[in-house]
Structures are given as C-alpha cells and as structure tokens.
C-alpha cells in the first residue's frame, strides 16, 4: 500500500488537464459551409434572398416586358390591324394594366422581403425579434408568390 502524499505527488493532485485532443483535420470549414448550406432557406422552404458566399445565385427571374407592345394593345387607335373588336381589345388592356401593377407591387414585395432578411441576419437581434422577422417573411414570400402566379395567368390570358 502506497502513502497518500506519494499518489498526490504521482497525479499531481488530480488536477484538471485541459489539453486539446490531438485532432485530425480542421472541420471548421466543412461545419461553415454546412451551416451555410442548411441557412440558405432558413431551414423551411422559403428561399432566402441573400445567400451566404459560395452558394450557387439564382438563375434570373422571367421578366415580362411591355415596351414593345403592338398598338393594338396599348389603347391607341387600331385601325383593324389586330383582328380583335372593341371587346377584346378593351380586355387586353385591362389585363396588360393588371400586370404592369401586378409587376410593380411584386418588385415593392421583392425590396421588403429582401430588407426583411438582411435585417433577421443582423447581429444583436431577440429570438422574438428574429421570429417576428421570419414570420413576416414568410408572409411575403406567400404574397410573392401569390403575385407571380397571377402575372402568369394574365399573361397566359393574353396569349
């Protein structure tokens, strides 16, 4: 049997040893672009507007343009050049009206939901805070969606 104060000697009093485990490889870069890889939609399906460095951007949104438009669609004189009567034409406009609103108010949805979430990646935010914020994203994204549907069953209509 050994004495007490030759174990304590031997362990060193059993104090606490913080060395760092010998490691491998540095997982700090593969635990990043994870994590940034899972943010990208806020771990829900709603698309995130501003993906973190290195994710693949977006390819660009289909955008209708109506600059170009034969006169008869803009409301001006006809002259029978269409083939429509005064019926259809009158609803071509209106539905070419529609969307050019539809557009605007989508792009407003677009710039808030985008403020939105550059404003929940923001430091020093309460996890009230953050889920108002992602709440009202949501609600966004929703209305989005809503208002791209709706463009594209006008646009469908004028073909």
Do not use: W
């Amino acid at each position: 049997k050994r004495p007490l104060a030759h174990i304590l000697v031997e362990t060193g009093n059993y104090k606490r040893q913080d060395d760092a485990p010998d490691c491998g490889k540095d997982r700090s870069v593969d635990k990043s672009l994870h994590q940034d890889r899972c943010a990208f939609g806020f771990g829900s399906a709603l698309p995130n507007t501003n993906a973190p460095p290195g994710m693949p951007q977006p390819s660009a949104r289909k955008r209708v343009s109506f600059r170009s438009l034969p006169p008869s669609r803009e409301g001006s004189p006809r002259g029978g050049r269409s083939g429509l009567n005064a019926e259809q034409e009158r609803l071509a406009a209106d539905i070419v009206q529609s969307v050019r609103s539809r557009q605007k108010e989508l792009d407003g949805v677009e710039e808030a939901l985008s403020n939105k979430a550059s404003a929940a990646d923001g430091p020093g935010l309460t996890v009230d805070r953050r889920r108002l914020l992602m709440k009202e994203m949501a609600i966004a994204s929703q209305k989005r969606l809503e208002l791209r549907n709706a463009i594209n069953r006008d646009v469908k209509d004028l073909e």
